[in-house]
C-alpha cells in the first residue's frame, strides 16, 4: 500500500522559513518504485480548494513551482531515504495552509486529481 507522510509543519512569522518533508513508503506496485515516480506538494487554506504548488518529477530530473513561490521554495528529493523535502523561505501569511504530498506518474500541478496516496497533512502558519 502506498503511503506517505507529511511533516514539518509548524508556526513562523512572516520572513521566517520552514522545512517539509514528505516520507514515502509502499511505492513498489506493480514494479514501479519511488524513482517511478512525481511527488507534488500542494497546499490547502481554510474556505479554499487544493493548490498544486511544487513538484519533483521522477528520479529528482527536474522541479516546478508555481509563480507564488518562485524564488522562496525549494523542492529536493534523497532516493536512497525515499524521502522529498521541501525548503520555505521568505515566507508569507498568505502561505498558510495545510500542506500535502501527492505521488503521481507526471508533474501536472493543475491537474490534482492525477495525484494520489496523500498524507494527512501539515500545517503551516505564518503570523504577520
Known amino acids: 500500500e502506498v503511503q506517505l507522510v507529511e511533516s514539518g509543519g509548524g508556526l513562523v512569522q512572516a520572513g521566517g522559513s520552514l522545512r517539509l518533508s514528505c516520507a514515502a513508503s509502499g511505492l513498489t506496485l506493480g514494479g514501479f518504485h519511488f524513482d517511478d515516480y512525481a511527488i507534488g506538494w500542494f497546499r490547502q487554506a481554510p474556505g479554499k480548494g487544493r493548490e498544486g504548488v511544487s513538484c519533483?518529477?521522477?528520479?529528482?530530473?527536474?522541479?516546478h513551482y508555481i509563480d507564488a513561490v518562485k524564488g522562496r521554495f525549494t523542492v529536493s528529493s534523497d532516493s536512497a531515504k525515499n524521502m522529498v523535502y521541501r525548503q520555505m523561505d521568505s515566507l508569507k501569511p498568505e502561505d498558510t495552509a495545510v500542506y500535502y504530498c501527492?505521488?503521481?506518474?507526471?508533474?501536472?500541478?493543475?491537474?490534482?486529481?492525477?495525484?494520489?496516496?496523500w498524507g494527512q497533512g501539515t500545517q503551516v502558519t505564518v503570523s504577520s
Open positions: 519533483i518529477s521522477n528520479g529528482g530530473g527536474s522541479t
Open positions: 501527492g505521488a503521481a506518474r507526471l508533474c501536472r500541478l493543475g491537474q490534482t486529481a492525477l495525484f494520489g496516496a
